[in-house]
């Protein structure tokens, strides 16, 4: 059974760090793409970041430049630094990995937190 586990999130001030990591397990072949989505208060699940076997990886426009995904193929595992975080960050992280031959699954969610 594939489970994708994330951990990282949390509470922290603007401005502040948090590194999310996604480690799947249950599976022996590699996901073609693993990447991050969130999920505001009130709004629908929207992109974030998504690395896509390391060739082409996208992030949203309101993330360029703060954020960045980095995948460790070895263990299986997608992670994103987050940098210079905004209040309007805040929403449930989660942790998606999806390919041809392995199908697309989602993490359980992490929630982050934006506040002085």
């Known amino acids: 059974q594939v489970q994708l586990v994330e951990s990282g999130g949390g509470l922290v001030q603007p401005g502040g760090s948090l590194r999310l990591s996604c480690v799947a397990s249950?599976?022996?072949?590699?996901?073609?793409?693993m990447g991050w989505y969130r999920q505001a208060p009130g709004k629908q699940r929207e992109l974030v970041a998504t690395d896509t076997s390391g060739i082409i990886i996208n992030y949203a426009d309101s993330v360029k430049g703060r954020f960045t995904i980095a995948r460790d193929y070895a263990k299986n595992t997608v992670y994103l630094q987050m940098n210079n975080l905004k209040p309007e960050d805040t929403g449930v992280y989660y942790c998606?990995?999806?390919?041809?031959?392995?199908?697309?699954?989602w993490g359980q969610g992490t929630q982050v937190t934006v506040s002085a």
């Open positions: 249950g599976i022996i072949f590699r996901f073609d793409t």
């Open positions: 998606n990995a999806r390919g041809v031959e392995t199908g697309a699954f």
